[in-house]
C-alpha cells in the first residue's frame, strides 16, 4: 500500500502501523475504548497475535503529523459468503479530538478503502452506535450509504 498524505497546515501521513508505533496505537484504542463507555483489555501480545493471523484479520493504518500519531483506522477481514465476495470491516476509526474536523478521518477511510481494493475486496463496512450522529454523518459523507439492520446480532465467548 503507498503511503498517502493530506496537505493542511501540517502535513499528514498515512501510512501502515509500525513496530515502533504499538504504545501510541495502544493508548489511542484505549482512548476510543472509553469514547463508548468500554474499557479495553488489549494488550501487546494480543495486538501482535492479531496482526499476525493467516488472513488479512487485521491491518492498521495510522495518521501521522509532524513525527506524533494522531489517529489510526483498524479494517479486519471477512467475507459474504453467499456472493464469494471479501471485504474489510472498518472496526475502528479514531482521531484525536484536537485534529478531529481536519480531514484526516476522511484520509483513513480513503487509505482503508484502498488497501481493501489491493486485496481484492468487493467492499468495505464500517459501523456505529446508534447515537453517533456525526460519525454517521461523516460515513455517508465519505460515500458509503446505509445499511438497515434486517436482524440480531448474537455473541458467544470461545473457551
Known sequence: MNTQTLHTPSTIT??????????????MIGDLSRHHGEAATLDLPALVHLLKADMPWLKLLVAEQDGHLVGYAGVTGGMRLQF??????????????AHRGSGIGRAL?????????TLGCGRITVG?????????KAYVACGF???PMTGQR??????
Open 14 to 27: 498515512i501510512r501502515p502501523a509500525l513496530w515502533a508505533d504499538k504504545s501510541r496505537l495502544l493508548a
Open 84 to 97: 464469494g465476495e471479501r471485504v474489510m470491516d472498518l472496526h475502528h476509526l479514531f482521531v484525536d479530538e
Open 109 to 117: 477511510i480513503n487509505a482503508s478503502h484502498d488497501l481493501a481494493r
Open 128 to 136: 456505529t452506535m446508534t447515537t453517533n450522529i456525526a460519525a454517521q
Open 145 to 147: 450509504v446505509p445499511v
Open 154 to 159: 448474537f455473541s458467544m465467548a470461545v473457551a
